[in-house]
């Protein structure tokens, strides 16, 4: 049997932390919304018992049980005890180490094929929960839609879909460790975020006031390693984009804009800075 599905790519259009858990972990507060930028998983699963296998078409990515998406398969395969041999064969849209979520999207994909295969019945909210041990991010990859994430990452309220605006998605070649900025958070000195007011916003399907809302306290911890990250911002902004702003940890940042032309001129506008670039349509 082979399954292939979408694994799109993750954006925050809201990035908070209210305070970090006893254990170190940080709770979460954010609105996540996926983009049309994808990796396609493909899932072959073989008739006699054997190993998990991963491959990818991109040098950078452990194909062992580092992979997100090994690690996936491996939760399903040992708590419903399942011995099929699996290779999954991951082709790469999304760039890697870049806040967009690929790797979390990847295991997320891997868990709705999974579970649909071998018919397990697990809801989505069941998919999520189980899913946190991998990354903080693949309870809302399960999901895929604009959400509200909170708690750790496993708590998803969905949103009303929104209209299909257009995204400038730019990483530059740059390497930003997730694990250094989140231990430089200082909670005496955040500026949080208004969510609710974002929230009330696309409830409202008020996207002019919602772009007012959007924000990534984690933005200047960042910039301050890679100032030219807020160049980049500076620059789409300029060019007219809707909102701009750095995705998770960074470096990608992306543009929103409420037609392909403004997209295009933002995309045009940044070449120079950046030759990394996407230009999709929020899902």
């Known amino acids: 049997m082979l399954i292939t599905e979408k694994a799109p790519a993750k954006l925050n259009l809201s990035l908070d932390t209210p305070r970090r858990y006893f254990d170190g972990m940080l709770k979460w507060d954010m609105v996540m919304v996926s983009a049309d930028l994808a990796d396609y998983v493909t899932v072959e ?12 078409d991109s040098s950078f ?12 398969a491996n939760i399903l395969r040992n708590r419903f005890h399942r011995r099929e041999g699996l290779t999954i064969n991951i ?8 806040g967009l979520g690929g790797g979390s999207s990847d295991a997320a994909a891997v868990l709705r094929i999974l579970n649909s295969a071998w018919d397990l019945g697990l809801s989505l909210e069941e998919l999520a929960r189980l899913s946190l041990s991998i990354d903080s991010d693949v309870p809302y990859c399960v999901y895929g ?3 509200h994430v909170t708690e750790h990452g496993e708590k998803i309220e969905l949103l009303p879909h929104q209209p299909h605006y257009w995204v400038v998605i730019a990483k530059q070649q740059i390497s930003v460790s997730t694990p250094q900025i989140l231990r430089q958070i ?5 500026k949080h975020l208004e969510n609710e007011k974002l929230i009330e916003s696309l409830e409202n399907s ?3 006031t919602a ?10 911890l960042t910039m301050r390693y890679y100032p030219e990250i807020k160049r980049l911002k500076d620059k789409m902004i300029e060019l007219g984009a809707d909102v701009a702003q750095m995705s998770g940890t960074g470096p990608s940042v992306f543009a ?20 990394n670039v996407n230009i999709v349509t929020l899902l």
């Open 45 to 56: 699963i073989h008739d006699q018992p054997g190993e998990i296998k991963v491959y990818t």
């Open 61 to 72: 990515l452990p194909n062992d049980q580092r992979n997100l998406a090994f690690q996936a």
């Open 91 to 98: 082709k790469k849209n999304i760039p890697v180490a870049a």
């Open 145 to 147: 839609k604009l959400a």
């Open 186 to 190: 200082d909670y005496t000195k955040i």
């Open 206 to 208: 008020d996207w002019q």
């Open 211 to 220: 772009t007012k809302y959007m924000g990534n306290v984690l933005e200047p």
């Open 256 to 275: 929103i804009c409420h037609t392909e032309s403004r997209a295009r001129r933002v995309q045009n506008g940044i070449s120079g800075f950046c030759r």
